[in-house]
């Protein structure tokens, strides 16, 4: 009976703990490793209708395929993410970057947004596992 318990708080130990695990099982190899180094715009204020390059600098400890980049942000009146793109990547092993363009929406009009600050998220997903990172922008009228 002693065993029976040792063995079950064993088990339950692993799944309350695998969330911690399954964060470095990003492939097949559990030593395979994937990081943002940075995330970023070429530009911190922006203005209406302007032209934005939006950078994520990845780092792979191997060659993974079907890797999801997704970029969003700036979110308007009506909740809903004006910024809102998706790909879909294979990385090679070391640092790969990966550009997104995006022209800003006007600060006028029912369409529109608000001038101000407003928070882009970028999250790389492989395997289950999402790593994101966050950077602000202000756009102007």
């Given amino acids: 009976m002693f065993w029976k318990i040792v063995f079950a708080m064993l088990i339950l130990g692993l ?6 695990i399954t964060d470095f099982l990003l492939s097949k190899d559990p030593n395979t490793e ?5 995330f970023s715009t070429d530009k911190k204020t922006y203005h209406s209708k302007e032209r934005m390059n939006v950078t994520i600098v990845i780092k792979s400890s191997d060659i993974l395929e079907n890797v999801s980049v997704k970029v ?3 979110k308007d009146r009506h909740g809903n993410y004006r910024l809102n793109a998706e790909k879909s990547i294979n990385l090679s092993k070391g640092i ?3 550009p997104f363009t995006y022209t800003t929406p006007s600060c006028y009009g029912c369409a529109g947004i ?3 600050s407003y928070r882009l ?21």
């Avoid at 994937?34 to 940075?38: E, F, M, P, R, V």
């Avoid at 998220?121 to 009228?141: F, L, M, S």
């Fill in 15 to 20: 799944v309350i703990a695998q969330p911690k």
């Fill in 34 to 38: 994937l990081d943002i180094l940075s």
């Fill in 72 to 74: 969003y942000g700036i």
């Fill in 96 to 98: 790969n970057t990966i």
């Fill in 114 to 116: 608000n001038p101000g």
């Fill in 121 to 141: 998220t970028g999250i790389v997903t492989y395997n289950g596992i999402a790593k994101n990172a966050t950077c602000e922008i202000e756009i102007k009228r």
